[in-house]
């Protein structure tokens, strides 16, 4: 068996933890209505990148408490985005968004796409990226309120328009 000199494995994990750590601004995709869906065009948001799949009945069942989070924080700067997780249909996904009223932007995905924030394979998955474009959490699995309320909440709260911190007006003092 031939062994690799130490520096090209040190070279392999370091590309490797580069990558992981990379930020994810470059993800670029057209969502199911054929327009461009760039991440970069969310900075300043707090966005959430959903992966599900419409075989998948956990992602069915987490999806309805998506749609009302982005109704009810949109205004704060909340973005949530959905990528499926393929093998997906574009038509199945459009019936699918259309049935259940996504009140936000969807696009088909590909493995590659996943494997821009993680290797799991679970679905649903959540990645929580914060106003700056860091990726703040991964959640495997459905995202229950509470790790909303932990995870997401906080960065909704205060925000950069510009270079003024903004407070939300229940919060300021008087």
Request: with cysteine.
């Amino acid at each position: 068996m031939r062994r690799l000199p130490l520096t090209i494995v040190l070279l392999l994990f370091s590309v490797s933890a580069m990558a992981q750590s990379a930020q994810p601004r470059a993800l670029s995709l057209k969502d199911i209505d054929g327009h461009q869906l760039r991440l970069d065009d969310y900075k300043g948001k707090v966005v959430l990148i959903n992966f599900w799949a419409t075989w998948c009945l956990p992602c069915r069942t987490e999806i309805p408490d998506l749609i009302k989070m982005q109704r009810q924080y949109r205004a704060r700067g909340l973005s949530i985005i959905g990528i499926t997780y393929p093998p997906e249909k574009i038509s199945e996904v459009r019936r699918f968004v259309r049935k259940v009223r996504v009140n936000y932007r969807t696009a088909l995905g590909i493995k590659e796409t996943k494997a821009l924030f993680t290797t799991s394979e679970t679905l649903p998955m959540t990645i929580v990226i914060d106003r700056k474009g860091a990726v703040r959490d991964v959640i495997e699995g459905m995202m229950y309120a509470d790790e909303f309320d932990k995870k997401v909440k906080p960065l909704l709260v205060t925000g950069l328009i510009g270079h003024r911190s903004v407070v939300p007006a229940n919060r300021r003092r008087r």
